[in-house]
């Protein structure tokens, strides 16, 4: 067990039968009895460790499209690959003003008995940051490549399980979260692909940088022309010397 410990658990009225409070109580208590090194390392992850994981998928995403497909399918998957950061950002600016409009509490400063394991929280909990960023990137991710999308998806989940783990954020925090970065990435993706994919194009086209979108060894396709490149032997001219 780690972490701080406020006070006793819960005696308000009504909140044994609120769901969001209960589901906080009942994973966050997970917490309680686990050992202190485990703790410690579910903060680190639900800090750090996911987003990170989440870079990392969409960086092992972006080498395999630039290899793969035509060269068309490259600039799509790249183009949506680059909107999924920057649709990020763009949640977490919306969610500003969310959160000032609704001034929720962090959930260990209206309910007790919490095991918080990060300390220092102060701003408001609705909605939750590390969802919202987690869930745009993994949206974004399955945009560009279903395979790996599924991928980070999965790990935009386990943020949003950390968040409420740590006892830093209601489970509604969460998928209100969730809600926020899937609704920006996917609304305006059809804006963001027609303004980034033209410059995606550009760098593909580049002798310098086109590498960022294209792997130069990929096989491009099959022309009528192009048989030799694929190891079929191009027709030799008749010889001459031969009788009719």
């Not at 745009?136 to 279903?146: K, N, Q």
């Not at 305006?188 to 979108?213: C, D």
């Not at 096989?219 to 010397?241: F, K, M, Q, W, Y």
Request: with cysteine; proline share 6%.
């Amino acid at each position: 067990m780690a972490g701080l410990t406020l006070g006793a658990p819960p005696a308000k009225l009504g909140e044994s039968s609120n769901p969001d409070v209960s589901l906080l109580y009942d994973i966050n208590g997970i917490a309680k009895s686990a050992p202190t090194w485990f703790d410690r390392v579910m903060e680190f992850v639900g800090e750090y460790g996911i987003m990170l994981g989440l870079v990392l998928v969409a960086l092992w995403c972006w080498w395999t499209v630039r290899r793969r497909g035509s060269a068309e399918d490259s600039v799509a998957a790249v183009t949506a690959l680059v909107w999924a950061p920057l649709a990020a950002g763009v949640a977490l600016l919306i969610n500003i003003p969310i959160r000032g409009f609704v001034e929720r509490p962090r959930p260990f400063l209206d309910h007790q008995g919490l095991e918080v394991l990060v300390a220092g929280k102060t701003d408001y909990s609705f909605v939750s940051d590390h969802s919202t960023m987690a869930m745009a990137i993994g949206v974004g991710v399955f945009v560009a490549h279903r395979g790996f999308g599924l991928a980070a998806l999965g790990l935009a989940f386990a943020e949003g399980f950390c968040r409420i783990y740590m006892g830093v954020h209601y489970p509604t925090d969460v998928v209100g979260g969730f809600a926020l970065g899937t609704a920006v990435t996917l609304l305006l993706a059809p804006l963001a692909m027609m303004l980034l994919t033209p410059l995606v194009r550009a760098v593909s086209r580049s002798r310098s940088v086109g590498w960022l979108v294209r792997d130069r060894r990929a096989a491009e396709p099959v022309t009528e022309t192009g048989l030799g490149s694929i190891g079929i032997p191009e027709p030799r001219a008749a010889d001459n010397n031969l009788a009719a």
